[in-house]
């Protein structure tokens, strides 16, 4: 068996396709497509979302970093009135316990790394 995992990401395929929980939904109908390449305690591929705005509730123990390839969004914390906005080229990092929305602007593309404490 190969150790070697990739994705080439301008031929990704179908990908998985899910919506937010429709309790954490604020606005729209954001579609979400993920193509992961490794699973587990530690996660990692790329992800995609449409136009939307949902809430997100991050664990005590899950750490998430992501560089944005392509599409804007804001990213709303709770307790702060000013959304941070972030596009192609931005590296984030959304630590644990984290609690707040997303809100994509124009369709997004992702690289992501999440990991489980």
Known sequence: MSKLRYARTRA????????????KLIDGDPVFTSWPVLEGGVASGIWSAT???????RDQ???E??????????LFE???????HFGPGDLVVI????KGSWKTL???RKVYFAFQG
Not at 12 to 23: A, N, R
Not at 95 to 98: C, H, R
């Open 78 to 84: 709770d307790g702060d009135p000013s959304p941070k």
């Open 51 to 57: 136009k939307g705005h949902h809430r997100v509730v």
């Open 61 to 63: 123990d899950t750490l």
């Open 106 to 108: 124009a369709d997004m």
């Open 95 to 98: 630590e644990p316990s984290f």
């Open 65 to 74: 970093s992501f560089y944005i390839l392509e599409g804007e969004l804001h």
């Open 12 to 23: 990704l395929g179908q990908g998985e396709t899910s919506k937010p929980d429709p309790d």
